[in-house]
């Protein structure tokens, strides 16, 4: 089954409900920067957070990054989205070992441990909005609630889940975001508090075979759940080779031609899909002249 995003809205639309399966894209990403366990795991809960944020976005253009910048041996994450379902990602240090927690769940938040949460959405004004918070405990689906109280004042709740298998593939990868209205009842949010602090852990309801659509199902099957739409959602790099070139164009035109005079060809790879793109001398002066 391809990943999806599910839109909906409960509680005579004073809730809104994003829920996804993302286990191809994590997937993907894996296979893509080699990731070590907790690594996929970190990654992986920040391209399903971005898949879902991605589609709250409303221009056909309009892009959302989310950046993480922190102590730990991970250094930091970054992904971005668009509107229409495509999240790319990468971590900058994807080979990070940590022994396990309790009950053997991956270290996201040792890797990550102290830093700053930012999340920048170009929407085609003059200048992005940027919104950043210090991480509460690295674990991401904390962070983002954090975040989106504190700086969109938006009450949330965030549920992020990435199962490893013991051979370093994705078994499972998903989770919802549930947002407050600023007319929701204190009856409603009173219920959604205790629903949510009995509820089942992501990666547990994934297991047992829920779907976006049963997630929320589980979360807010008497609060008037209804879906409005569902999405296609994918690990998805635009890059080329045009692009890559434009970047090199961009490089000190010293820096060109040290690199030009040593005579060697060049490889140059996409930070997001790892992709290799080789340039001959004659294509890097070629670009040197543009």
């Known amino acids: 089954m391809s990943d999806y995003i599910v839109r909906a809205t409960a509680a005579n639309a004073s809730i809104r409900a994003f829920a996804v399966n993302a286990k191809e894209m994590v997937e993907t990403a894996r296979i893509d920067h080699n990731t070590s366990p907790v690594i996929t795991a970190a990654l992986g809960r920040l391209l399903a957070a971005g898949a879902m944020m991605g589609s709250m976005m409303k221009g056909e253009k309009d892009v959302l990054t989310l950046r993480i910048q922190c102590s730990g ?45 930012s999340v920048i959405k170009d929407m085609g004004l003059k200048e992005p909005y940027v919104g950043q918070c210090q991480l509460q405990t690295g674990e991401i689906a904390e ?7 504190t700086s969109e004042q938006t009450p949330s709740a965030v549920g992020l889940g990435v199962l490893v298998e013991k051979d370093g593939s994705v078994k499972q990868a998903g989770g919802f975001i549930l947002q407050l ?25 994934l297991e047992r075979g829920l779907s976006p659509e049963g997630i929320l199902e589980e979360i807010l099957g008497d609060f008037g759940l209804e879906i409005t739409d569902t999405l296609d959602t994918q690990f998805y790099c635009d890059c080329s080779k045009a ?48």
């Open 73 to 117: 041996p991970a250094k930091g994450l970054t992904v971005t989205a668009d509107s229409h379902g495509n999240v790319k990602g990468f971590a900058s240090n994807p080979d990070v070992d940590l022994p396990p927690k309790a009950q053997g769940k991956l270290d996201v938040g040792g890797a990550l441990d102290l830093g700053v949460l």
């Open 143 to 149: 962070d983002l609630t954090y975040y989106f109280a």
């Open 181 to 205: 209205m600023p007319y929701t009842s204190d009856e409603v949010i009173e219920k959604l508090e205790k629903r949510i602090a009995e509820m089942d852990t992501v990666t547990n309801m």
């Open 243 to 290: 692009k890559v070139s434009r970047a090199l164009s961009t490089i000190n035109k010293k820096d060109l031609d040290d690199i030009i005079n040593d005579g060697e060809s060049i490889e140059v790879k996409c930070q997001f899909c790892n992709k290799a793109y080789n340039f001959e001398i004659e294509e890097l002066k070629a670009i040197r002249e543009a």
